[in-house]
């Protein structure tokens, strides 16, 4: 009985800890990511004015 409950906090804390590391990077990676989108923002606007004066 103690076997299992013992396997079963093992497998929680293996989870908990692969949920922790992939929020970390995803979080780490959030402003480039942000950056980036901000960056074609920009691209397409200059697109878009100069179709407009052709």
Known sequence: MLQNLALA??????LWVI???LY?????RQPDVAAQMKA??????RAE?????K
């Open 49 to 53: 004015k100069e179709a407009g004066q």
């Open 19 to 21: 949920i922790l590391g």
């Open 9 to 14: 906090a093992i497998v929680v804390v293996i």
């Open 24 to 28: 970390l990077l995803i979080a780490r």
């Open 40 to 45: 074609l923002e920009e691209q397409l606007d």
